[in-house]
């Protein structure tokens, strides 16, 4: 086995282990380049298959104005873009610096 055929090894792996890392990273890279000034560009599968309203409308582009710092604007979009992004940040955190677990034992 080669060394380079190992690295890719470890990195498969570390892939499938921080998947979830990874899809976070990748949906926040994602919201923050989002063109939010054409109407048409949307992450929103209900919009994809032409239904018009879903209670999440505008989250996505409300995470792009928080992530840019327009704070108003973010709310104006959606109320939960701001609270939704601290717990993504917080999820990110978690997966991060994982809690190590001590176990006593007697």
């Keep these: 086995m080669t060394k380079q055929s ?7 792996k ?3 282990q921080n998947i ?3 899809f976070w990273f990748t949906a926040i890279i994602m919201l923050f380049f989002l063109n939010v000034t054409d109407t048409q560009t949307s ?3 209900f919009r994809r298959i032409g239904i018009d309203h879903c209670p ?3 989250l996505g582009h409300s995470i792009h104005h928080a992530l840019h710092g327009r704070v108003a604007q973010s709310f104006h979009e959606h109320i939960m873009g701001i609270p ?5 940040f917080h999820r990110i955190t978690q997966l991060i ?5 001590t176990i006593y034992e007697k």
């Design 20 to 22: 979830e890392l990874l």
């Design 14 to 16: 570390w892939t499938k």
């Design 97 to 101: 610096y994982p809690k190590k677990i």
């Design 6 to 12: 190992f690295n890719l090894f470890n990195l498969i």
């Design 43 to 45: 992450l929103c599968v």
């Design 56 to 58: 999440g409308c505008g």
């Design 84 to 88: 939704g992004l601290i717990i993504i």
